[in-house]
């Protein structure tokens, strides 16, 4: 697995799924929605990775490199968008 490009579709797609997050918001609490969404992520990844090889054998094999690059790619991620929000702190309280 690779780093994805961040093209506009990527973007796109990312404020698609942001939308329907925030769609919930008026009935539902922000840290039920993160956890669902989290849930959503995971179960949708282990497809992708499950869809990705050939046979269980495979799937066995790789699941430990699989977990490690989604664990990375979203502490990373995570890092990369809290600073974002730490630089816009003082914007947003206002």
Known sequence: ???VQRDKQFWD???SFIQLANTHLSEVKPSRVSASAL???ARFNAFVITA???NKAQLIA???AAIAYFLEQYEKMLRENLDEHMARYDEQAN
């Open 62 to 64: 790789e699941k430990e």
């Open 39 to 41: 849930f959503a992520a």
């Open 1 to 3: 697995m690779s780093d």
């Open 52 to 54: 990705a090889t050939e």
């Open 13 to 15: 797609l990312a404020d």
